[in-house]
């Protein structure tokens, strides 16, 4: 009988530190609405740092967008970019000249004209000199862009790929991925039947992309 009242005073004993226990942990969780309120964040914080249209990370050192606008500066300053390949033939905006004088930014233009489908010309030649400079690992960090970063943007990088032995079907896969329902079938096809043969001699120690073994 003495054990069993033992046991009833030991259960009695663990329920009511259990029960203190959950009051514990209520009172613990009532926040305090005396304290004062966050501050809101201030300029330079990585709210204001907006990357421009389609931005993405090409590469160690390679980056691809649509066309930066003044709103980007800031987060460009982030990627202390020595070179830009544009792909359009209109002029650089003023501010846009600006922005790269006072960064120590060279801009390398190749005016490759946005047709529409039927009437596409890709110029080879200027994709091979693009490529040229993209491969200078002297020009790295270097952001490639043209207005919407989709259809020249993504025949440069598409050309890019092969150099990198990509297959035909990841090369297509992203250069959708960028295009969606804008993807052409020339741009395609303009990638698949790119001669890298010259091109092949140029180094790319750059490339994150080798296997490892």
Partial sequence: MKLLGNSNKEQQ???AEEEDMCRTIEVASVVDLSSPPVAPP???????LIPPLNFSMVDNGIF????????NFTFLQTLRLRSIIY?????????????????????????????KEPFVNIPEDMIREALK????????PVLIHCKRGKHRTGCLVGCLRKLQR????????????FAAAKTRVSDQRFMELFDIS????????????KRKR
């Fill in 13 to 15: 004993q663990a329920a």
């Fill in 42 to 48: 201030v300029a330079g914080d990585d709210l204001s």
């Fill in 64 to 71: 691809r967008s649509g066309f930066p606008d003044s709103a």
């Fill in 87 to 115: 792909l359009c033939p209109e002029p650089y905006p003023d501010s846009n000249m600006e922005f790269l004088k006072s960064n120590g930014v060279r801009l390398f233009q190749f005016g490759i004209e946005g047709h």
């Fill in 133 to 140: 400079v993209l491969l200078d690992v002297r020009n790295h």
């Fill in 166 to 177: 990509w297959c035909l079907t990841s090369v297509f896969d992203e250069y959708q991925r």
């Fill in 198 to 209: 010259s091109l092949k001699h140029l180094p790319m120690s750059f490339s994150c992309l």
